[in-house]
């Protein structure tokens, strides 16, 4: 069973950062997972933001935070990150992070993953 533990959400002007934090533990060494990041903003159905393999491999951001957003792993310490750049306030949501078993093709953007955060509150505002 893999666990993941958040960290890091907050509050922030426009223009400003933050990085988000998901410690996992209880990846089966022998399986390969997607990883990656969903945000829900109110009334807003959860979407994809970055998406990538536990291992590495390819990388899938949504057009709307191509260029401002970065996914990025320390396997070391089974975590990974979402660096948040130039924030608007249209990434105001609740950040969720998750995992799924996959054994071919690329990371699935629906938010059907079978392990997830327990979810961090971002809101940019001035």
């Known amino acids: 069973q893999v666990q993941l533990v958040e960290s890091g959400g907050g509050a922030v002007q426009p223009g400003g950062s933050l990085r988000l934090s998901c410690a996992a533990s209880g990846y089966i060494d022998k399986k390969s997972y997607c990883i990656g990041w969903f945000r829900q903003a109110p009334g807003k159905e959860r979407e994809a933001v970055a998406l990538?393999?536990?291992?590495?491999?390819?990388?899938y951001y949504a057009d709307s935070v191509k260029g401002r957003f970065t996914i990025s792993r320390d396997n070391s310490k089974n975590t990974m990150y979402l660096q948040m750049d130039s924030l608007e306030p249209e990434d105001t949501a609740v950040y969720y992070c998750?995992?799924?078993?996959?054994?071919?093709?690329?990371?699935?953007?629906?938010?059907?993953?079978?392990?997830w955060g327990q979810g961090t509150q971002v809101t940019v505002s001035s």
């Open positions: 990538t393999y536990h291992r590495g491999g390819s990388v």
């Open positions: 998750a995992a799924d078993p996959v054994t071919s093709g690329p990371c699935p953007r629906r938010p059907e993953y079978t392990f």
